[in-house]
Structure formats: structure tokens, C-alpha cells
């Protein structure tokens, strides 16, 4: 049996321990929040957080997730209270289609938990491994910018 914090919460799995994290998380789980793109880590659209540290659950099995905490994009808001990047994102356009934001989501989650700042130099980088094909990213990117200038302003 496999055991991890998904979201807060301990969930245990009991199947076969190298079927992929993301199918763990949408099928058995339910949290389909996580979107595959292209099943090879190419795309980032299944970017999750696992012990902090943005990685794509298409290549991960759950077996290397056992004990470890689990981020998904359902663990930034719900429908009605969006947390703060979700928020930028529906301000600044950066969400067209929906199958890259939560891969984009949860990568610049992990760059704003490890310090990163409004550098739209930086967030690039930090957002290099998510591929969209609607904005051209600097939706994306203003999204980003615009939620953190405005924790700032919250702070004030």
C-alpha cells in the first residue's frame, strides 16, 4: 500500500506501484484539476508539486510519490474563493484554452514559494518546462506578475 499527502490530506493507494501519479490523481483520487497533454514530460501540463518541487506526474510512478506530499492545482482555491495566482490569471487573460494553467499554475507556484518575485525574467525560466500554444505567454507571465504585485499591496 502506498501512502501520500495529496492536498493536505493522507490518501492511500493500493494498486499496482508503477501506474503514474497523474492517473492516481485523476482516477483513483478524482482531482482532475491535473490535465495530461502529452504523456512524456514534454508539455508540463501535468505539473504537480511533490515535496515542493514542481515535477510532471506523467513520468512519475506513484511509488516514488509513497510518503511524500503532493500538491494538485485544487489545493490553490475552489471555484468560488480563487487564490491569488488563479485570480491574476482570470484578470490578465493568462488562461485561454485550460489545458496548460494548471501545469502553469503549479510551476509558478513552486518558483513564488522558493522566493521567487515580478521578475518576468526569472518566471520565465521558472515556466520553461509548460508549453502553451494560445497566449503566447506573456498573458501567462503578466498573470504571475500581477498576483505577486498584488500580495504586496495586500501587505501594505
Known amino acids: 500500500m502506498i501512502k501520500l499527502k495529496v492536498n493536505g490530506r493522507t490518501r492511500t493507494f493500493k494498486g499496482a506501484p508503477f501506474t503514474r501519479l497523474i492517473d492516481v490523481l485523476r482516477e483513483e483520487l478524482g482531482l482532475t484539476g491535473t490535465k495530461e ?4 514530460g514534454e508539455c ?8 515542493g518541487a ?4 506523467c513520468l512519475i510512478p506513484v511509488c516514488q510519490a509513497d510518503g511524500a506530499s503532493v500538491e494538485t492545482v485544487e489545493s490553490l482555491g475552489t471555484p468560488e474563493k480563487l487564490g491569488a495566482l488563479q ?3 482570470l484578470k490578465e487573460g493568462g ?27 526569472s518566471l520565465r525560466c521558472a515556466i520553461a ?7 503566447g505567454y506573456q498573458h501567462i507571465i503578466d498573470s504571475v506578475v500581477s498576483s ?4 504586496k499591496r495586500a501587505r501594505r
Open 148 to 151: 505577486v504585485k498584488g500580495r
Open 54 to 57: 514542481a515535477v510532471c506526474s
Open 44 to 51: 508540463g501540463a501535468c505539473t504537480v508539486l511533490v515535496d
Open 37 to 40: 497533454g502529452c504523456g512524456e
Open 87 to 89: 485570480e491574476g490569471f
Open 129 to 135: 518546462g509548460n508549453l502553451c500554444r494560445c497566449t
Open 95 to 121: 488562461a485561454q484554452c485550460g489545458i496548460c494553467t494548471p501545469g502553469m499554475l503549479m510551476s509558478a507556484t513552486g518558483w513564488l514559494r522558493r522566493g521567487g518575485g515580478a521578475d518576468a525574467a
